[in-house]
Nanobody, 128 residues
Framework: EVQLQASGGGLVQAGESLTLSCVAS????????IVWFRQAPGKEREGLAC?????????????VKGRATISTDYAKNTADTVTVHLRMNSLKLEETAVYYC????????????????WGRGTLVTVSS
């Protein structure tokens, strides 16, 4: 059974940073990527970053490249469960959204159509 548990959301001020975490299990880390998306009020869900645990490759949406870092702690991961983090720096008001982690078929397309499993989101509110 695929399980994805996102955490770390909260209230931050514009310009501050936040690190989100996703605990993932129940699927092949070799054949899939772990992704972070977000959905702002009234907007479509958009992909932010992805990582392949097996080979460590990463990919970022151009609009967050340089401010977002996706990572995993290989020393703490097990064969069955991994934790993936997304650190967002210099957060903007318009980045208030529910942030989701998910499982995507390998390829880092960051398209909702290629995400096969979604976790429950975690709300990030950026205030002025």
């Amino acid at each position: 059974e695929v399980q994805l548990q996102a955490s770390g959301g909260g209230l931050v001020q514009a310009g501050e940073s936040l690190t989100l975490s996703c605990v993932a299990s129940g699927f092949s880390f070799e054949k899939n990527d772990i992704v972070w998306f977000r959905q702002a009020p009234g907007k479509e869900r958009e992909g932010l970053a992805c990582i392949n645990i097996h080979d460590g490759s990463k990919y970022y949406r151009s609009s967050v490249k340089g401010r977002a870092t996706i990572s995993t702690d290989y020393a703490k991961n097990t064969a069955d469960t991994v934790t993936v983090h997304l650190r967002m720096n210099s957060l903007k008001l318009e980045e208030t959204a529910v942030y989701y982690c998910g499982v995507e078929r390998i390829g880092c397309s960051l398209q909702t159509s290629t995400v096969t499993y979604w976790g429950r989101g975690t709300l990030v509110t950026v205030s002025s």
